[in-house]
């Protein structure tokens, strides 16, 4: 079942010259671990503000094209409706999280909803189990370090029980091991909670072996969407400038050098155990 | 170039970041500081153009103690380039944006005019002289940032976190970029944990942990080596973890790049089938 649908997107920020997205048409199935590619600029972070409404509610401009999210046109549905079933942890913890304690900060989503006291603990205690973090609860979250920022902005999306939960680029001010844990994280959520996630990433060697759709933007427009095998392996995700893993890009490399490979890997493991078998025979 | 003599740095709130560093950096080496978040990066790198003094200990850049001069007399020398670029950007357009420091140094209007020019065009970002740099997506803004300091041609340029929010292709200028600046006689000095990055550019590569230096090498040395990653909390490039996964065939161990590892797997696969010839 689809749970993002979009027709012909289209959408020009104001005083902008040239649309920042053209012409999208993609779909995501509920409970898809997606990954959001593409150059700098090429209109990611544009795409996901459409997804919660941000665009057009908040962003005046032109927006042209259907967009379909939860079931929900959202151009009819304002940000607060949209925001109960699609949540965005951004880039930096820093630009989201405010409150005097971790908390506060995970509860403050709540309480615009208007829920129920004992729901909002319930909610608090839960998001804080899912992402690890409960022995947090009553430290000041600017005392804390990037990664565990990062779990509680994680925590806070998370309270609201969204279906789809969208990630900008959310562990490119962590180090490589902070980065995989929030990756686990992300893909727990996914995989036992069936939260579909949308994940913008530059880090593909980190992430790529998550995720089971790939899509790929380059100047406003989808140029690839598919697995991700297919799409790391196509020159063009090459030539625009998109990293693919360093194992893909040597099975590359060997192939236009004549060896026979069968598969193509996207982890180191994946690399090893495919070689294995050539350096063998 | 640098002198680190025994440096210690507490902050203010108590935090001890930086216990006993002592590091030299020569005049016109390429060095990425890598370790964990929390290590004593950032710190240790504001050692070096005053943002921060030491606790203990002393810092001399280009052979003057950084306790003895203001951090704008280090900056012509010392140029630094933040995480963030949003708090370092503040004007209304990209071409004021560098031609700030450019003023404030006393540059003539024709040679920062000039300058400018040169700098936008070299961070492809000529298309965006008039647009305020708030407009821009982040891996933009970090670009400005990077002209903003570069502009004025520095002796030794920190660049903090210089690949967050930059996709492959940046990365790659970046990389090229880098190399010809340091190929150009500059001290480039750069704090990363982006292990890909570093593998591509193969700089000295130094290590911490804790407030202190836990191994200084090159990159091909330490990022292989797996006790040193181990205790620095880092992860191996992808094409060493792949190697270390068939260290049983007899195949290298200390292997960072693309390559490299595709002129191995050539030879050995060409020596095995002579082999069975």
């Keep these: 079942m689809a749970i993002i649908e979009t027709k012909n997107l289209t959408y020009t920020y104001p005083g902008g010259t040239k649309p920042s997205i053209r012409d999208v048409s993609l779909t995501i199935e509920k409970g898809e671990f997606v990954i959001l590619t593409g150059p700098s600029g090429c209109g990611k972070t544009t795409l996901c503000r459409c997804f919660n409404g941000l665009i057009p509610h908040f962003y005046s401009g032109q927006l042209k094209g259907e967009l379909t999210v939860a079931g929900l046109k959202v151009i009819e549905h304002p940000i607060y409706e949209m925001a109960q079933r699609i949540g965005l942890v951004f880039q930096n913890p820093e630009n989201q999280l405010f409150a005097l304690s971790v908390e506060k900060d995970v509860a403050f989503g709540l309480e615009n909803l208007g829920l129920p006291r004992d729901e909002m603990t319930k909610r608090v205690d839960w998001a804080l189990q899912m992402t690890g973090i409960e022995e947090l609860r009553q430290r000041a979250p600017h005392e804390l370090s990037g990664g565990q920022q990062q779990r509680v902005a994680i925590a806070c999306v998370l309270a609201m029980q969204p279906d789809i939960m969208v990630f900008d680029e959310p562990t490119s001010f962590l180090d490589p091991l902070g980065a995989q844990k929030i990756f686990e994280v992300i893909n727990e959520l996914n995989k036992k909670l069936g939260v579909t996630v949308i994940l913008v990433e530059h880090r593909l060697d980190l992430a790529s072996k998550y995720t089971d759709h790939v899509i790929i933007l380059d100047d406003g427009k989808i140029v690839l969407n598919g697995k991700p095998k297919e799409i790391f392996n196509s020159q063009t995700a090459r030539l625009i400038g998109v990293g693919i893993p360093k194992a893909t890009r040597l099975w590359q490399m060997l192939q236009e050098n004549g060896i026979k490979l069968e598969g193509v890997p996207t982890s180191s493991d994946e690399a090893a155990r495919l070689l294995r078998e050539v350096l063998k025979a | ?277």
């Design chain 2, 1 to 277: 170039m640098i002198e680190v003599k025994d440096v210690y740095f507490t902050y203010p709130t108590g935090v001890e970041a930086l216990k006993g560093v002592s590091l030299n950096i020569r005049n016109g080496e390429f060095v990425a500081i890598m370790g964990q978040n929390g290590a004593g990066k950032t710190t240790l790198v504001k050692q070096f153009n005053g943002l921060l003094k030491p606790t203990k200990g002393e810092v001399l850049a280009d052979g003057v103690s950084t306790r003895n001069v203001s951090v704008a007399q280090l900056a012509r020398k010392v140029g630094f380039v933040f995480q963030n670029p949003d708090h370092q950007l503040f004007s209304e357009t990209v071409e004021e944006e560098i031609s700030f420091a450019l003023r404030n140094f006393g540059f003539r209007e024709t040679t920062l005019k000039r300058r400018v020019t040169w700098a936008l065009n070299l961070l492809g970002l000529t298309e965006y002289r008039k647009t305020s740099p708030f407009m821009l997506s982040g891996g933009e803004r970090k670009r400005v940032a990077l002209a903003s300091v570069l502009a004025w041609n520095p002796k030794v340029v920190i660049l903090d976190e210089p690949t967050i929010g930059q996709d492959h292709r940046q990365k790659e200028i970046l990389r090229q970029f880098i190399v010809q600046l340091n190929a150009q006689g500059k001290t480039v000095v750069i704090v990363t944990h982006d292990v890909e990055f570093v593998a591509e550019c193969s700089p000295r590569v130094v290590l911490m942990a804790q407030g202190q230096i836990v191994a200084d090498g090159d990159a091909k040395r330490i990022l292989t080596d797996p006790d040193i990653t181990l205790r620095a909390s880092i992860v191996s490039p992808q094409i060493t973890q792949m190697f270390r996964g068939l260290a049983d065939l007899g195949l290298p161990t200390d292997v960072i790049d693309v390559s490299e590892a595709k002129k191995i797997i050539l030879e050995y696969l060409e020596a095995s089938s002579v082999e069975r010839l």
